[in-house]
Structure formats: structure tokens, C-alpha cells
């Protein structure tokens, strides 16, 4: 079973509207990490959570934890056709960063 | 940033042979680096666990016999996938912790293998 769950496991969105994307996890996060990737190619490095409620912001990309640092969202504003990828989230348990099954964004123009 | 290099990006090899990936970390030391693995389509798999000077630890389902991976210094590690068939045909990526710059990952470019 997938300790971490993403979700959606796909998003089709036009160009300019906002976006959510969920990460679910059956244990405590300590660490949650936002990555995005196209897929051949490296992972980009978004943000990182640590604390319960923390929120993170860079451009138009949001990261959230909840309080009891179980759940993660990641918020898109005004997407772009840069924006499209796949964005995996990730948890940092035992000092081994696990994954999950990613979301791949479409943007349409 | 921290950088970790990939060797080579991409590799075409005949079934039955060996092929050797290096994960290298440029610009810092790494106590231990990661090898993971992803098919079309899905995420991130991980692989095994390389810690400089000692055996990796690999992830269930994954053979070590198969996937032979050496962690020479603190900036080196080795993935040689030997006997390779068609279905280790993958996109395998590394990540290497850095040990002056707290617990953070830095992932390398990755290595896509095909196996014909």
C-alpha cells in the first residue's frame, strides 16, 4: 500500500485558473518535501514543511501542512503553461526520502 | 545549491551485459546517497540506501545481487545493474545528502537505461 497518497493522480486545467493537489499520509510527517519534475528529467525542488500549520509561498505556488502533519496541499494561482509537470510529494521518514505516486498538471491554453 | 552529477545521462545496452551509473556530488561531501527508480508514468521508487564505507540497504523486492551499488568516498556512488534485461529498462535517479548543509536531498539529473 502507498504510504504516501496523492491527489488527483491527474489535473487538466486551463491556463489562468487556480489548482489544488493533496498528499495524504498515514504517519506523522516530520518532513514533507514538494517536488516537480517532467518526467526524463531531474526533480526541482520546490519547499519544504516541517512544522503543523506551516505554510510556504514562492511565485504562485503555495505548500501547506495541517495541524496534525498528515496532510499537505499545494496550491497553484493563475497557472501557467510553465507550470506543467508532475509535482510528487515526498516524506522524509528515517532519514529516507519516500515518495508519492505523483500528479501530472496539464495546463490548457 | 548543492550539486549531484549523473554518468552517463542516457545508456543503451544489449541484454545480458553490465552497465555502470555514476552519482556524483560535486561541490560537497555526501554520507549517504539514495538510488531510485522510475517507469513511465509512476513516481519515484527507492531503491536502496548507499552509505559511504558499508554495505547498502536495499529496498524489499530489490535484488542486491542484481543491482550492485558501491559507495566509494564521500562523493561517489555506483550503481552497475548487472545481467540487464528489457524489463530494467528504467529512468534511475540518484539524491545524495549533504552533511555540512543539514539533511537535505539533492537529486541528480537521472540516467535513462534502455535495455535492448
Known amino acids: 500500500s502507498q504510504e504516501l497518497e496523492q491527489s488527483p493522480q491527474s489535473l487538466i486545467v486551463q491556463e489562468g485558473k487556480n489548482l489544488t493537489i493533496n498528499c495524504t499520509s498515514s504517519?506523522?510527517?516530520?518532513?514533507l518535501y514538494w517536488y516537480k519534475q517532467k518526467y526524463g528529467e531531474g526533480l526541482i525542488f520546490l519547499m519544504m514543511?516541517?512544522?503543523?500549520?506551516e505554510e510556504k509561498s514562492h511565485e504562485k505556488i503555495t505548500a501547506k501542512l495541517d495541524e496534525k502533519k498528515q496532510q499537505s496541499s499545494l496550491h497553484i494561482t493563475a497557472s501557467q503553461p510553465s507550470h506543467a509537470g508532475i509535482y510528487l510529494c515526498g516524506a522524509d521518514w528515517a532519514q529516507k526520502l519516500v515518495f508519492g505516486q505523483g500528479t501530472r498538471l496539464t495546463i490548457n491554453p | 545549491g548543492a550539486v549531484v552529477s549523473q554518468h552517463p545521462s542516457w545508456v543503451i545496452c544489449k541484454s545480458g551485459t553490465s552497465v555502470k551509473i555514476e552519482c556524483r556530488s560535486l561541490?560537497?561531501?555526501?554520507?549517504?546517497m539514495f538510488w531510485y527508480r522510475q517507469f513511465p508514468k509512476q513516481s519515484l521508487m527507492l531503491m536502496a540506501t548507499s552509505n559511504e564505507g558499508s554495505k547498502a540497504t536495499y529496498e524489499q523486492g530489490v535484488e542486491k545481487d542484481k543491482f550492485l551499488i558501491n559507495h566509494a568516498s564521500l562523493t561517489l556512488s555506483t550503481l552497475t545493474v548487472t545481467s540487464a534485461h528489457p524489463e530494467d529498462s528504467s529512468f534511475y535517479i540518484c539524491?545524495?545528502?549533504?552533511?555540512?548543509?543539514?539533511?537535505?536531498?539533492?537529486f541528480g539529473p537521472g540516467t535513462r537505461l534502455t535495455v535492448t
Open positions: 504517519k506523522t510527517l516530520y518532513g
Open positions: 561541490d560537497f561531501q555526501a554520507t549517504t
Open positions: 514543511l516541517q512544522k503543523g500549520g
Open positions: 539524491s545524495a545528502v549533504a552533511r555540512d548543509r543539514g539533511l537535505g536531498q539533492y
